[in-house]
């Protein structure tokens, strides 16, 4: 593994399943993000983690949850799938939550909800 | 509320010189990031500014004014590879990095 790996490429999936999207990083860094990205918009925070075992709510959490039991992995769950949630997902990390740090994004999750 | 404004889309020459804009407001200030971002890829870094000025690097070069809540990106001589989305995001009080909706760049021969 090289940087940040995220699992399925892609997704489609009715509408009330559940869904965990894997994010893996072997960066050792420190925090770890999930946005996601649709069409006119900018990148919105969905979670954040800033160390292993702490996790934090961004602009858009409703309908997620993420977990982060290590430093290396972050989950993100979709308890039961709407088609708002249709979206690209990308998980990122840095080395930590403060300035300077740049991200490194992982090259994203396509999900479709119908 | 909090909001970061670039062009939505830009045309530019191979060779020439681009230079992409982004205003912004936000609660608290603490850096601004340019990314880049091919379609279907995911965004990679670029560059960023915490004080007032020019950072270059090759290429590129940004620029940041922050009383004005103002930056910009500076592209030269471009080349066909340089299409590509590029995306504004300032870090915010809470280290949180808010995004701009980015720019669609397209380079023509």
């Known amino acids: 593994i090289a940087g940040i790996t995220q699992a399925p490429t892609s997704q489609i999936l009715a509408a009330g399943r559940r869904m965990t999207l894997r994010c893996t990083q072997d960066?050792?860094?420190?925090?770890m993000y999930w946005y996601r990205q649709d069409l006119g918009l900018g990148l919105r925070l969905i979670h954040y983690?800033?160390?292993?075992?702490?996790?934090g709510k961004g602009e858009v959490p409703d309908g997620y949850s993420v977990s982060r039991a290590n430093t290396d992995d972050f989950p993100l769950t979709l308890a039961s799938a709407v088609p708002s949630q249709t979206s690209v997902y990308f998980c990122?990390?840095?080395?930590?939550?403060?300035?300077?740090?740049?991200?490194?994004f992982g090259p994203g999750t396509r999900l479709t909800v119908l | 509320g909090q909001n970061i404004d670039q062009p939505t889309e830009m045309t530019a020459t191979e060779g020439a010189i681009v230079q992409i804009n982004c205003t912004y407001q936000?609660?608290?200030?603490?850096?601004l990031f340019w990314y880049q971002q091919h379609a279907g890829e995911a965004p990679t870094f670029l560059s960023y500014?915490?004080l007032d000025g020019l950072e270059e690097k090759g290429r590129f070069s940004s620029f940041l004014s922050r009383s004005k809540g103002y930056s910009y990106l500076l592209l030269k001589e471009l080349q066909m590879k340089d299409s590509a989305s590029y995306l504004c995001?300032?870090?915010?009080?809470?280290?949180?990095?808010?995004w701009g909706a980015g720019t669609k760049l397209i380079i023509k021969p």
């Open positions: 990122a990390s840095s080395e930590g939550p403060g300035d300077h740090n740049e991200q490194f």
């Open positions: 960066m050792r860094h420190n925090a």
């Open positions: 983690s800033n160390t292993a075992g702490t996790t």
């Open positions: 936000t609660s608290g200030f603490n850096g």
């Open positions: 500014n915490v």
């Open positions: 995001a300032v870090m915010d009080s809470n280290y949180q990095l808010i």
